[in-house]
């Protein structure tokens, strides 16, 4: 079994900065992409960004150029750095990945989520 825990979630001023850590841990044989998605009230939950193994990198267009996502692959840990952030950033956050428990198996895990709330 595989655990994703998040942490770092809160509140922020508009225009400020978040950082978001998620740890991967359990039976691990190896982590092809990990990532971040969000799920604002009443809508679907949407990518935000995934990094793959080999540190390549796709973000929404929403958050590009404000959002940084980066891996540190010793860890198995994903970090989300949020600057300028906007009232419209406002989600619970769920970290993402996708697991080889074993060298010929493959499955997504989802963390439990974190709540981010940008005011105004």
């Known amino acids: 079994q595989v655990q994703l825990v998040e942490s770092g979630g809160g509140l922020v001023q508009a225009g400020g900065s978040l950082g978001l850590s998620c740890a991967a841990s359990?039976?691990?044989?190896?982590?092809?992409?990990m990532g971040w998605y969000r799920q604002a009230p009443g809508k679907q939950r949407e990518l935000v960004a995934t990094?793959?193994?080999?540190?390549?990198?796709n973000s929404a267009d929403s958050v590009k150029g404000r959002f940084t996502i980066s891996r540190d692959n010793a860890k198995n840990t994903v970090y989300l750095q949020m600057d300028s952030a906007k009232p419209e950033d406002t989600a619970v956050y769920y970290c993402?990945?996708?697991?080889?428990?074993?060298?010929?198996?493959?499955?997504?895990?989802w963390g439990q989520g974190t709540q981010v709330t940008v005011s105004s």
């Open positions: 990094v793959t193994s080999g540190g390549s990198t």
């Open positions: 359990g039976t691990i044989f190896s982590i092809n992409v």
């Open positions: 993402y990945a996708d697991v080889n428990p074993l060298p010929l198996a493959r499955r997504d895990y």
